[in-house]
């Protein structure tokens, strides 16, 4: 092992040698690298920075691709963290002129930003006054499509008008005006992974937001990768990116609920759509109808074939939704139904039950059967048909026995909140799928086959309380 | 033959070259590393990907005896370290009670508790001195009634072991942080006999399926490698090295074959690497020389291990679809 103390030292400037930070060596280096590691999320043990250190002087820093593998297996015990690492390694060691190109894109970048945070800074303001926001709420205006900035700058400017005449009202439009831009941040600003929190060095941030870049880059294009196809390699990252956006979701709901217990909700929508959609009437507060109730989700999976990777795909995200002891239950269907909601909730059964799902080890063979499935639902567990709840049917509607199924659906919406259907078939197609129209008839359907339409379709129904979308019958 | 104290990573990669594991740096440099740093590792992957392989490649290219660990639901202390042999220690307190109880010259005022039972029979004191009772113990409890499971007779190994602890997610959380402990110091207290310290570090591989979750405590100590599914070259390779007398042609078509297999969604049980080894191999025994129609009607039970899919391929159909894909034709519409 000795003989590899050659490799490093002066090391060769060649493209595949890894440079460390100049003056810090290989221990100051690794400190920086497992300092940023920690600060995306990525636990590392001191202990685990001293084998980094111990494994990059016997494997030496000629050559890239060992060193990247070498310290991978030192440092990354979960495999859903791979990406992280893999975009910060790429990021983290490079050549001193890379590092000067990073930080030049990086201030680029955040001059950007500031000049994005300035102009919403002019333009959210009731008057002459300037909003009580904070940082996040401008640079969520900032990502806003233009059409949407308008829309609020038009709100704000009939809300100056009718201040004018009723001064108690300006306290409410930053209120107002914060809650719009809370519920549309970070979703609908379209940035799937924020900005870190920088650490206030500039090389080791320009380095970070480098990492956080990339990683975002190539999520943005597992988001649109139809899950049936998702191979072997991609899955760690698909499951990364499910658990972030589950996570981050789960977040925006507990401030959501939190809230809601407080003082009932303004309607944000229907208070913008009255008064700026018809122009000149005076400025009044919508308060949400019904009382904001955190639904309780019941999701029932068509396992047979593929669906299974899609099933264990769409229970994943709902249980970092919702944690292990949220409000759902989880069924399984093919020709007749199960529950697994234990399985799920035992501990460690759940990565086991997932490679299970999805080795898609189901296969009985005699058929999907909704309309049996949903008969053993009201049979054994009745009592899970509250008005809280929201069904969720995961299927592509290729099943026996459609005509009980279709009836029994439509009982079952008697009695629940609300039943969407996810389909992974393509909406284009859905035309020339007979058993579609049938299901329309009885549920809200939406296409959903990407962790992308999934994201959308549980942010409307947790969030919205009930998702736009086709009307039911 | 490799020795850890000059172990260089070509080397290693030599050696598992010539040993037939097919391999490629994101492999071998994990292996090499946890060696060099004397730290366990941890492969995980997928049913037959190569991770048992690897500690038995390791043995063989150290020349260093493989003690194996093979883990399961209700593992604990007494059949992965040591335990007493009790039955043996039954045996010799019964010899005792049998033929003695009377203390050797010079020891009767030990105070152990030796007072007279039913060894003062006879009499006058035997041939052969019967120990106290207290020193009766101390041999019931000694080397000699040591029952030695793998994690000890790992660290005990006169030559450096490669110890296997194969499919450490069938245990528990505690058997875990048994494993832990021991792994972190390489030595166990056995009360009655002292510390035992590892003569040598034992090179530790351990496999997980990632049925559950493993502690991060014990994920810290290792290091990590995941093994990927092989990609079709992999496989073929795989199966030259493993099957001899194997024709290029007969290998590409088993790998295809079993391609088309593990693709097909209506299969329950997915045959892996094994299962085409021993695919291969039962072809080459059989001197089958072309995945035809006959020969996949009389071989494909090798690696369909479930009757319905064997159902499932009687199906002229399925059949047919399976041999043009072995032939590397896309299916018929
Ligand atoms: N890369 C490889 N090179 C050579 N042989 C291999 C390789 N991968 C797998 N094999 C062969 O495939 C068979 C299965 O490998 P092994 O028992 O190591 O799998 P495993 O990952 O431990 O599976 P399981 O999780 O079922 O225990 C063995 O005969 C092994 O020799
Ligand atoms: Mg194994």
């Known amino acids: 092992m000795t003989g590899h103390g050659r490799a490093f030292g002066a090391g060769p400037a060649g493209s595949r040698a890894v440079p460390l930070i100049a003056g810090r060596g290989f221990e100051g280096s690794l400190v920086a690298f497992a300092s940023l590691l920690r600060h995306l999320g990525v636990g590392v043990s001191t202990a685990e920075v001293m084998d980094a250190v111990a494994a990059l002087r016997v494997v030496g820093l000629s050559d890239r691709a060992q060193v990247k593998t070498a310290l991978q297996a030192v440092l990354v015990k979960d495999l859903s963290d791979v990406p992280l690492y893999s975009a910060l390694f790429d990021a983290f060691f490079v050549p001193p002129e890379e590092r000067r190109r990073q930080i030049a894109r990086h201030a680029q970048r955040a001059a950007a930003a500031r000049e994005g945070s300035d102009r919403a800074a002019q333009d959210l303001r009731l008057g002459d006054r300037p909003l009580s926001l904070e940082e996040r709420h401008r640079r969520t205006y900032a990502g806003l499509s233009e059409e949407e900035r308008q829309r609020i700058r038009r709100f704000l400017d009939r809300a100056a008008e009718d201040g004018r005449r009723q001064p108690s009202l300006e306290a409410i439009v930053d209120r107002v005006v914060r809650r719009y831009l809370e519920d549309r941040s970070p979703l609908s600003a379209g940035r799937p992974h924020r900005e870190p929190v920088p650490l206030g060095d500039e090389s080791l941030d320009a380095c970070l937001s480098e990492a956080c870049l990339t990683l975002a880059e190539k999520e943005e294009g597992l988001r649109f990768v139809d899950l049936e196809s998702v191979d072997e390699a991609q899955l760690p990252q698909v499951e990364a990116l499910i658990r972030r956006l589950s996570r981050r979701l789960a977040t925006m709901l507990s401030r959501r609920y939190r809230l809601s217990r407080r003082r009932p909700a303004i309607d944000i929508r229907r208070t913008i759509r009255k008064n700026i959609g018809t122009g000149g009437v005076p400025f009044r507060l919508s308060h949400r109808s019904k009382k904001v109730r955190k639904p309780r989700l019941l999701l029932v999976n068509d396992v047979s074939g593929s669906m299974a990777r899609y099933a264990a795909f769409v229970t994943m995200f709902l249980y970092g939704l919702t944690g292990p002891a949220g409000r759902v239950e989880v069924f399984i269907f093919s020709e007749d139904l199960e529950r697994v909601t234990d399985r799920l909730t035992s501990g460690s059964g759940f990565r086991e039950t997932m490679r299970w799902l999805m080795g898609g080890t189901r296969q009985w063979g005699r058929g999907t059967n909704l309309g049996q499935a949903l008969r053993t639902l009201f049979r054994d567990h009745e009592e899970l048909l509250t008005p809280s709840t929201v069904v969720l049917v995961l299927s592509d509607t290729k099943t026996l026995a459609v005509d009980e199924a279709v009836g029994r659906l439509a009982e079952a919406g008697s009695r629940v909140r609300d039943i969407l259907w996810l389909n992974p078939v393509p909406a284009a197609e859905w035309e020339r799928v007979p058993t579609v129209a049938a299901f329309r008839g009885v549920a809200r359907m939406y296409e959903c086959s990407t962790v992308q339409h999934l994201e959308r379709i549980l942010h409307e129904v947790m969030l919205r309380g009930t998702p736009g979308g086709p009307l039911r019958g | ?333």
Request: aromatic share 6%; net charge negative; hydrophobic share 40%.
């Open chain 2, 1 to 333: 033959m490799l020795t850890v104290e000059s172990l260089t990573l070509p080397a290693l990669r030599e050696a598992f070259a010539a040993d037939g594991y097919v391999c490629g740096d994101e492999i071998i440099v994990p292996v090499y590393v946890s060696i060099a740093l004397g730290k366990p590792l941890l492969v995980e992957g997928q049913p037959g990907v190569g991770k048992t392989e690897i500690a038995k490649v390791l043995s063989r290219v150290f020349d260093a005896p493989l003690v194996r660990l093979q883990c399961y639901e209700g593992l604990d202390e007494n059949k992965a370290l040591y335990e007493w042999n009790y039955q043996k220690q039954l045996l010799r307190i019964q010899a005792w009670g049998a033929g003695a109880g009377r203390p050797r010259d010079g020891e009767a005022g030990v105070g152990s508790g030796s007072s007279g039972r039913s060894g003062d029979l006879d009499g006058a004191p035997g041939p052969t001195a019967v120990p106290a009772v207290s020193d009766l113990e101390a041999e019931v409890f000694s080397e000699e009634f040591l029952l030695e499971r793998p994690l000890l007779r790992a660290l005990r190994s006169r030559r450096r072991a490669v110890l296997l602890i194969d499919e450490i997610d069938r245990t528990d959380d505690e058997f875990e942080a048994f494993l832990f402990e021991i792994l972190s110091e390489f030595q166990v207290t056995i009360p009655e006999l002292g510390t035992v310290v590892a003569r040598h570090t034992p090179m530790v591989v351990l496999t997980s399926n990632r049925s559950r979750e493993l502690s991060d405590a014990l994920k810290r100590r290792c290091l990590l490698l995941y093994i990927d599914f092989p990609d079709a070259e992999k496989e073929l390779r795989i199966l030259r090295n493993k099957v001899p007398g194997l024709r290029e042609e007969l290998a590409r078509q088993v790998v295809l074959a079993v391609r088309q297999v593990r693709a097909n969604e209506r299969v329950r049980k997915k045959p892996s690497v094994a299962e085409s080894i021993d695919w291969a191999r039962t072809l080459v025994a059989l001197n089958w020389t072309e995945l035809d129609g006959e020969a996949l009607a009389r071989t494909l039970n090798v690696i369909l291990k479930h009757k319905d899919d064997l159902e499932l391929y009687a199906d002229p159909a399925e059949a047919d679809a399976l041999r043009l894909a072995a032939h590397g034709e896309p299916p018929a519409p």
